[in-house]
C-alpha cells in the first residue's frame, strides 16, 4: 500500500513541476516572488546548479524574496563573481522594482499569458491519436457519468465481478 501512495505522489508531483515551469512571475513589489524559487528571471529558477554552500556564501537567505534582494541593499556584491555565479548578480541587478504594483503570475503555455483549465490540460497531457468511438462516448448532451462509465467499459477497466474473481484467483 505505502509503494502505491509513493508511486501515486511521485506522479502528481511530476505533474506539479511540469506545470510549474509554465508559470512567469512579472516583478511589481517583488513581496510574493521568492528570489531562489520562482521563474522571474532568464535563469530562474536560481537556485538550480547551487549547492547549499554556494547558496549561504551568497548573504541571500533561502526564503528570501524579491523584492528584499535588490542592488541597492545586497551587502556581498563581489561574492558572486568570486564564486563564479555572475547569472545571480546579473539578477540582482536587473530587478526594478515598482512599489505601487502587486507581483504577477502569467501563464505562458497561453499566447493571450491567461490560465484556462483547457490550457492547462493540452500542456500536460500525453496527445495520442483520435479514436473511432469517440463521439459514441464524448456527445454534446451526453450525461457525463454515463459517458465515463462508457469509457471505462470500453477501456476494459470496469470494477465488476468477473474481474474481481479473476483477481482473487491469481491471488490464490
Known amino acids: 500500500m505505502a ?6 505522489l511521485g506522479e502528481k508531483l511530476k505533474i506539479i513541476n511540469l506545470a510549474y515551469s509554465y508559470l512567469r512571475h512579472v516583478i511589481g513589489d517583488g513581496a510574493s516572488t521568492f528570489f531562489w524559487f520562482d521563474n522571474w528571471h532568464q535563469f530562474s ?4 546548479g547551487l549547492s547549499y554552500g ?11 524574496e524579491v523584492g528584499e534582494v535588490t542592488a541597492t541593499s545586497y551587502l556581498g556584491r563581489g561574492r558572486c563573481r568570486l564564486l563564479g555565479m ?3 548578480q546579473e539578477a540582482i541587478f ?4 515598482c512599489p505601487d504594483r502587486d507581483d504577477m503570475i502569467l501563464w505562458i503555455a ?14 500536460i497531457r500525453e496527445k495520442g491519436p483520435e479514436v473511432n468511438w469517440h463521439r459514441l462516448v ?14 471505462l467499459a470500453i477501456h476494459n477497466r470496469l470494477q465488476t465481478l468477473d474481474r474481481q ?8
Open 138 to 151: 464524448w456527445f454534446y448532451p451526453s450525461i457525463p457519468r454515463y459517458s465515463f462509465i462508457s469509457w
Open 45 to 48: 529558477p536560481l537556485i538550480k
Open 94 to 97: 536587473t530587478i526594478n522594482i
Open 165 to 172: 474473481t479473476l483477481f482473487m484467483e491469481d491471488w490464490n
Open 3 to 8: 509503494r502505491v501512495l509513493v508511486h501515486m
Open 54 to 64: 554556494q547558496l549561504i556564501r551568497t548573504g541571500i537567505t533561502m526564503n528570501a
Open 86 to 88: 555572475q547569472h545571480i
Open 110 to 123: 497561453d499566447k493571450k499569458n491567461m490560465f484556462t483549465v483547457s490550457s492547462a490540460w493540452d500542456t
